[in-house]
């Protein structure tokens, strides 16, 4: 379901006399026709057009508007050749699925969709089947009408589910039995597939399989040692993953094969996943930001600090691409106390913004941060519990644009931020809360804090919990 906007403007030549109307028409049906209306004494004249129902399928969309003149209030005696016709074409996009930390390859955190909160309404709620010994899920992804969920377990046999989005009922799940105790970890999706990493020791592998139907693809073997991982990282038909067991190793997998492509030097022993876009990769370790090459995992530069052997302890977070030759990610380690993939960490840290052509850091910022930061428009978005306030940072200088403050019985921010074309969603450890961008005032909240995500099909999933997953993903209808 699209909705599309338009606006038909015009004048009135101050020599036309008298009182008519104007009509505007469209020959291919794509926008809804507003009322006819008097057209105002030498003056401009403006028609809003919303998109028709059922007339926004995804591809380009061809058609002419007419406006014309007419001597009655409903249009029905037009003048003799007092029109006008423009040409029009859109072309509308899908909502992108949320495939990894942070919706994309970007770990921008940004759906380009414009949402009404007064809309938003509680679908379902599932809650993990088994208890295990840790009890939580992972953060989730989406593809094609289902959503993802791995259970957060350290020894055991984890599940991961494909739940329907509009239901929440599980269509497929896949167990896994073997003796390794594996973790299982946050799941990653792209082009119809999932993707999956356990991470014992003698059993860590990636897992790939069928999104529709959970049908087995591949099995690819990594290095690590018991370390909880983010969801791997795809792009353009590889799948990114940060571990080794010393951490620091970058491994990249054919995405349909399994395949290992290569392996490279960067990112850190757990928590960790890259950056990626058409050329390079990025990932952090805590000191300083790796660029790899993707085709073949060798080092382009390395942009930052002396190392001080961070690798091997756990970086929480991921590289974030901004605009044209910026990278924005954590300064340091951090540190959630727990063996689970689901947990948060407790540190506030910098933001660093890594101009990648100069190979230098361009800025840092003031304050620390501890939600997973989102941008959109060449603004930072991120959140601090020292002083509590949300932030919105020039994505070029690092100057505070704007800052919202919770209320009083709202002590700390927890988890992702996620921004969207007029709203931005941020927890806080009494609620989820959705910020108007342009007032800059909550215009919606719900007690549900925890990891957000926003699917193809625009439902709103929380995975709730702060400091640790509770087990339960509570979905919402956006329309």
């Given at each position: ?59 380009t ?53 414009t ?57 497929w ?16 999706t792209?082009?119809?597939n ?41 792009k ?59 085709g ?21 977070g ?61 603004v ?37 931020i ?62």
């Amino acid at each position: 379901m699209w909705t599309l906007f338009s606006m038909v403007n015009g004048r009135r030549p101050t020599s036309e006399a008298g009182w008519f109307t104007l009509q505007v028409s469209d020959d291919h049906g794509m926008f809804a026709m507003p009322a006819v209306q008097p057209a105002p004494a030498g003056g401009a004249y403006s028609f809003a057009l919303k998109s028709a129902a059922g007339r926004r399928s995804v591809g380009t969309h061809t058609g002419i508007l007419t406006v014309r003149a007419c001597a009655d209030a409903q249009c029905l005696t037009p003048y003799t050749n007092a029109s006008k016709s423009v040409e029009y074409s859109i072309t509308v996009i899908p909502t992108p699925e949320w495939e990894t930390l942070q919706g994309n390859a970007a770990h921008d955190g940004y759906v380009p969709i414009t949402l009404d909160p007064s809309k938003f309404v509680k679908a379902w709620q599932w809650t993990r089947p088994t208890p295990g010994v840790i009890g939580g899920i992972n953060s989730v992804a989406t593809s094609e009408g289902l959503v993802f969920v791995s259970e957060d377990e350290y020894a055991g046999s984890p599940s991961l589910y494909a739940l329907d989005t509009a239901t929440g009922e599980i269509r497929w799940k896949q167990q896994f039995t073997n003796n390794w105790s594996p973790a299982l970890n946050p799941p990653a999706t792209s082009n119809g597939n999932v993707y999956v990493t356990t991470t014992g020791h003698g059993g860590t592998f990636l897992w790939s399989f069928k999104a529709k139907d959970g049908t087995p693809l591949a099995q690819s073997s990594f290095s690590t040692q018991w370390a909880n991982l983010l969801a791997p990282t795809v792009k353009n038909g590889r799948v990114y993953v940060n571990a080794g067991s010393y951490g620091g190793v970058m491994y990249a997998f054919d995405a349909t094969s399994g395949t290992k492509q290569w392996e490279g030097v960067g990112g850190t022993y757990g928590m960790n996943t890259p950056a990626v876009d058409d050329r390079y990769l990025y990932i952090h370790d805590g000191d300083a930001l790796a660029v790899l090459d993707t085709g073949s995992g060798e080092s382009v530069a390395r942009i930052g600090f002396a190392s001080t052997g961070s690798s091997l302890y756990d970086y929480h977070g991921a590289p974030m691409i901004a605009s044209a030759d910026s990278v924005i990610a954590w300064k340091g380690g951090a540190f959630s106390g727990r063996a689970a993939s689901s947990a948060e960490p407790s540190a506030n840290r910098q933001l660093v913004d890594y101009g990648i052509s100069q190979k230098t850091t361009r800025w840092s910022s003031i304050k620390s941060y501890k939600t997973q930061p989102a941008i959109a428009k060449g603004v930072v978005y991120a959140a601090s519990d020292n002083p509590k306030s949300l932030d919105a940072i020039d994505e070029a200088t690092g100057v505070v644009l704007w800052s919202w403050v919770p209320g009083t019985s709202d002590t700390k921010f927890h988890r992702n931020i996620v921004v969207t074309n007029n709203l931005l969603f941020v927890s806080t450890d009494r609620a989820l809360y959705a910020i108007d961008l342009a007032t800059h005032r909550p215009v919606w909240q719900s007690a549900t804090p925890g990891m957000v995500a926003i699917s193809g099909q625009r439902m709103l999933f929380v995975t709730t919990g702060t400091t640790l997953s509770d087990g339960k993903l509570v979905a919402f209808r956006t329309r």
